[in-house]
């Protein structure tokens, strides 16, 4: 069963500004992803690092689930960064470029020998072709890894492929990552949207990836953070008719049961629970 905690909307911040990492703390976000990647400047890293890793262990940021993304697995920040990580204990730890069901242990062996809590997860960051072809493997290879993020910039640019709206070159990638996400349990990010000031254009692309099935999404701006709550929350109509569902099914106990017309099977009814269950998570 997927862990039913609100992640709709997952903000990066860059973890190399102070005044972002505090501006962070009031950003109605579910989720922040602290970067000691592509934000960072390499002559910046190890100040980063010191910087995240207090903020994430602050216990400053509320609800928010905090999480660091580290470099990747084949820079030279990427142990250092994996055993600080460890040591600050924060909600996750996000890699880039997982490969492979084989990554995915060394970077849980590497979180136990740092000594990382338990309730530190694994976050992998699914971006390439060969990710898009192992999403299955990598996303089944440990209990820690508890989340799939969609690097879509960079599965575009190995695709060769155009950003163009409605995301058609992309399409592929993201429901192979979706089948792996959904038959191993494991909860799914959509990929970020490049344009900050076309809000009307990343609404889009926030309805098309809840309408394919996404938990929530990554953003890159705070302006984001508010429609790509609103849009991956059940509305008022849903929970509405997730309740009239369920209580038309249980009052009939057996046989064919009909809510608007149409007629309601179990599925249905799990469906039903299933939204009422995050409307509950996202108000609590």
Known sequence: MTELKPRRSVLYMPGANERALEKAKTIPADALILDLEDAVAPDAKEAARERVCAAASSGDYGDREVTIRVNGLDTEWHDADLRAAASAGPAAVVVPKVNSAAEVHNIERALELGGAPEHTKIW?????????????????????????????????????????????????????????ARATGKVILDGVY???????????????????????????????????????????????????????????????????????????????????????????
């Open 124 to 180: 992998a960051m699914v971006e390439t072709p060969v990710a898009m072809l192992h999403a299955e493997e990598i996303a089944a290879a440990s209990e820690r890894l508890t989340v799939l993020v969609m690097g879509t910039n960079d599965l575009a640019k190995e695709l060769h492929a155009e950003f163009v709206p409605g995301r058609g070159p992309l399409l592929g990638g993201l429901s192979l990552c979706l089948l792996a």
């Open 194 to 284: 490049n344009d900050v000031k076309d809000l009307p254009g990343f609404e889009e692309e926030c309805k098309q990836g809840r309408q394919y099935g996404f938990d929530g999404k990554t953003l890159i701006h705070p302006g984001q953070v508010e429609p790509c709550n609103r849009i991956f929350a059940p509305s008022e109509e849903e929970i509405d008719r997730s309740r009239r569902i369920i209580e038309a099914f249980e009052k009939a106990g057996s046989g064919v049961v009909t809510v608007d017309g149409r007629m309601i099977e179990n599925l249905h009814v799990d469906n039903a629970r299933r939204v009422l269950a995050l409307a509950e998570a996202v108000k609590s």
